[in-house]
C-alpha cells in the first residue's frame, strides 16, 4: 500500500449534524496522505523524473496530498466512493450540487453541500490534491512533492515558457498563470517556477497581437526579473517587469530556465493512491473508510477533466498491487486536451501553451494520423473503467472538442469503443451558466465580453449523467448512447456559416473568421442554436441564440479574439414591432409563446421528455421550469 500514513487534522459532524435523505449524516475528515512508491515498480513507469527524486532507506519516494474527506457515520458495505480531482486547490462545495444563491468558490474552510446530490446517494465523496503549485494554506488543498536531481546531485533543470494576456494594462506580471487573463487576486496566486538567474541572458520575452500571429521578441533590456509596486520597482524570481508595462489583450510569452523542479506527474499517482487506500485500505492501516467501499469513481472538471486524460493515457487506473481503482471515470468540459502534468518544467495550472498538452493521441480510438489511442497503456496493465466524456459548445468552438470523436483529418466519425459515452451539452459554455444578462463573468471582474455571457444551466445533464454512470457499473445497465455532431449525419458546418447566420442579428459581436480555427462546429437551426449533442429544455424551447462562444471587449483588447471559457446569450425581441425596429431575422418571443404560461408547459414538456430519455432526472423537472421562468423575466422584463 503506497499509502503509508494519514494525518488526521480535523475529524467534526458536517453540516452540525444535518441528515441527508436516507444516507442520513456525515461527518468531515480533514487530513494529509504521506505516500511512498517505488520508482522501479512497473505501475509507477512513465512517470517523468520519478527516478531522480530523493529516496528513504528502503528506495521509496514520498510525498503528501491534502484530502477532505466526507463520510457517512453509517455508511453501507457495498458504499460507494467519489474521488473529486481538485481543481486549483479548491474544494468549497460538493460536486454535482446546485449552490446556494450567491456562492462563490474561494479558498477556505468552507464545504458547502449545496442540495446535496451526491450525500443523499450516499456516496464518500473525498476532495483529493494532485498539484505542486497550489500554495498549501488552510481552504487551499495541494500536493508536497520532492524536487529532482541529476545524478550528481544538481538540481534538476529545465527551461519553462509561460504565456499571459493581460486584461488590462500592468507593469509586472506574475510567472503562473491560470487562466491566461487573470484578475489579480493574492489569494489565487499558485506557485510559479523561480527564475535560475535574474540576469539570464537567454530568457526570452515575446509579444504578438493574436493567437496564431507573428511573435516579436522583445529587446532583453527592456525587461526584469521584478516587481513594481506603487512605481517601485525590486528583483523578484517570480515577476517580470517590462518597460512601458504590458498592453492589455497582447500575448505574451516569457521562456526562461529554473532550477526548481518538482516531481509534477505524482499528482497522477496521488489520486490512484488516495482513492485505492479508501477503497481497499484496512482499519489497521487508518483506512477510515475501510470496509465500506464496493465501486469508486473519479471525476474532473475543465483543467481536472484534462488531468484524467492524462491518467488514462499513463495508465493509472491500476495500483501497485495490481488492484483495478476506479470503476467510473467522469471527464467534464475538457475537450481533447491533457496538460502539463507529468513533464519536467510541468505548470499544472497552465491552460495554454506548446508540447504534450497539445499532442495525439486525442480520443478513445485509432484515427488516420494516429494509431495510438488514450486507453492502449491501461488496456496493457488492466483496470479498463468505464469512461464518460462530457463537453459543451465552447470546447468545439475552441477547435478540439471534434477531436475526441471523429477523425478531423478524413471529417469521419470514429466507432468508440464500447466502454465510452461522449456527449455534447449543446449551446453551452465552458461553465454552467446563470439566470442573469451580463458582460462582466462574477468570477474576473476586470474581464468584459462583447455579448452578454451564457445563462444555459447545464447542471442537470451532468447529475444525470453521473446517475447513469452510476447505473452503469453497479448495475450493468448502458447509458444512453452517444450525442454528438457527426459527420455521418450531416450535424456539423462551417463556423463561416455560423458567423454568417449570428451576423444578421442586430448587436451581435462576432469572432473574426480569420483568427478562428477551420475545424467544423455543430450545425444550428435559423435562431443560430445548436443542433445536435443534449439541447437543455432552455434551447429546445428558446427565447434567446445561445452560443457556446463569446469575444473579448475592445475595453480588454484582443478585440475580434475568442474570450476563454464564456458563451453568449443575444435575447429575442419581445414583440413583432420591437423586431420589426431592429431588423431582427428572428422571430420574437410573443410570436413564439401566446404567454408565459404556454412558455412553461413547453418547457416542462421538453424535460420531462428528458426524464425519460434518462437525460434529466424526474427531481429536476421543476427546478429547470424555474429556471427557465428566470430567463423569461430576463427577457420580457
Not at 2 to 9: D, E, N, P, S, T
Not at 63 to 86: C, E, M, Q, W
Amino acid at each position: 500500500m503506497a499509502v503509508i500514513g494519514f494525518q488526521m487534522l480535523t475529524h467534526r459532524p458536517y453540516e452540525g449534524g444535518k441528515s441527508f435523505g436516507e444516507a442520513g449524516p456525515y461527518e468531515r475528515i480533514d487530513g494529509v496522505l504521506h505516500m511512498a512508491v517505488d520508482p522501479a515498480h512497473a505501475m509507477n513507469a512513465g512517470i517523468t523524473d520519478l527516478d531522480l527524486a530523493p529516496r528513504d532507506a528502503a528506495g521509496g519516494v514520498h510525498f503528501a496530498a491534502d484530502i477532505r474527506l466526507l463520510r457517512p457515520l453509517k455508511p453501507p458495505p457495498n458504499g460507494k466512493l467519489y474521488t473529486s480531482v481538485v481543481n486549483r486547490g479548491r474544494a468549497g462545495i460538493v460536486p454535482f450540487s446546485f449552490p446556494p444563491k450567491g456562492f462563490r468558490p474561494v479558498y477556505d474552510d468552507s464545504l458547502v453541500p449545496g442540495d446535496g446530490f451526491l450525500l443523499e446517494r450516499g456516496y464518500t465523496v473525498a476532495f483529493t490534491a494532485w498539484q505542486w503549485d497550489v500554495v498549501r494554506r488552510p481552504g487551499a488543498l495541494g500536493l508536497q512533492a520532492p524536487l529532482a536531481y541529476e545524478p550528481d546531485g544538481r538540481p534538476a533543470a529545465t527551461t519553462v515558457r509561460v504565456r499571459f494576456q493581460p486584461l488590462t494594462d500592468r507593469p509586472s506580471e506574475h510567472l503562473a498563470h491560470w487562466p491566461a487573463h487573470p484578475s489579480f487576486d493574492p489569494a489565487q496566486y499558485h506557485q510559479p517556477y523561480p527564475a535560475a538567474d535574474l540576469q539570464q541572458p537567454d530568457a526570452v520575452l515575446t509579444v504578438k497581437d493574436t493567437p496564431n500571429g507573428a511573435a516579436t521578441a522583445l529587446p532583453r533590456e527592456s525587461w526584469r526579473f521584478s516587481r513594481s509596486v506603487d512605481g517601485t520597482e525590486t528583483a523578484n524570481a517570480e515577476w517580470i517587469s517590462l518597460d512601458g508595462g504590458f498592453e492589455a489583450g497582447r500575448i505574451y510569452e516569457v521562456a526562461y530556465r529554473t532550477e526548481r523542479c518538482p516531481v509534477a506527474g505524482l499528482g497522477l499517482l496521488a489520486i490512484r493512491d488516495a482513492a485505492s487506500f479508501l477503497r481497499y485500505g484496512t482499519a489497521a492501516e487508518g483506512n477510515p473508510c475501510a470496509g465500506t467501499i464496493a465501486n469508486a469513481f473519479t471525476h474532473g472538471v475543465s483543467q481536472t477533466g484534462r488531468f484524467l486524460r492524462e491518467f488514462l493515457l499513463t495508465g493509472c487506473n491500476v495500483d501497485e498491487e495490481s488492484r483495478q481503482v476506479f470503476d467510473g471515470i467522469f471527464i467534464q468540459i475538457a475537450g481533447a486536451r491533457r496538460g502539463d502534468f507529468n513533464i519536467r518544467g510541468a505548470q499544472p495550472s497552465a491552460q495554454y501553451g506548446a508540447g504534450p498538452a497539445f499532442e495525439p493521441p486525442f480520443t478513445y480510438a485509432p484515427t488516420s494520423t494516429c494509431q495510438d489511442t488514450l486507453l492502449d497503456r491501461q488496456r496493457e496493465r488492466g483496470g479498463v473503467p468505464k469512461v464518460f466524456e462530457v463537453n459543451t459548445a465552447n470546447e468545439y468552438w475552441r477547435s478540439d472538442g471534434l477531436a475526441v470523436h471523429t477523425d478531423p483529418a478524413t471529417e469521419k466519425d470514429l466507432e468508440l469503443p464500447g466502454n465510452v459515452r461522449v456527449y455534447l451539452m449543446a449551446g453551452c459554455q465552458h461553465g454552467p451558466g446563470i439566470p442573469l444578462l451580463t458582460d462582466r463573468p462574477p468570477l474576473t471582474p476586470e474581464q468584459r465580453l462583447g455579448n452578454p455571457m451564457s445563462w444555459l444551466n447545464y447542471t442537470p445533464l451532468t447529475r444525470a449523467a453521473m446517475a447513469n454512470l452510476e447505473a452503469w457499473v453497479v448495475e450493468d445497465r448502458e447509458p444512453p448512447p452517444n450525442q454528438v455532431p457527426s459527420f455521418a449525419a450531416s450535424s456539423t458546418t462551417s463556423r463561416e456559416s455560423v458567423l454568417e447566420c449570428v451576423g444578421k442579428i442586430p448587436g451581435a459581436a462576432a469572432p473574426a473568421l480569420e483568427l478562428l480555427a477551420t475545424t467544423p462546429v455543430t450545425a444550428i437551426d435559423g435562431d443560430g442554436n445548436e443542433m445536435a449533442g443534449i439541447r437543455l429544455p432552455e434551447l429546445q424551447v428558446p427565447l434567446a441564440t445561445s452560443a457556446g462562444w463569446n469575444v473579448r471587449h475592445r475595453d480588454n483588447g484582443g478585440e475580434g479574439q475568442l474570450s476563454d471559457m464564456v458563451g453568449s446569450t443575444i435575447p429575442f425581441a419581445r414583440t413583432p414591432e420591437e423586431r420589426a425596429t431592429s431588423g431582427d431575422p428572428r422571430p420574437s418571443v410573443v410570436e413564439r409563446y401566446a404567454d408565459l404560461a404556454s412558455y412553461q408547459g413547453q418547457v416542462r414538456t421538453a424535460a420531462e421528455n428528458f426524464v425519460a430519455d434518462r437525460l434529466m432526472l424526474a427531481g429536476d423537472v421543476d427546478r429547470s421550469v424555474a429556471n427557465a421562468t428566470n430567463l423569461w423575466n430576463l427577457v420580457m422584463g
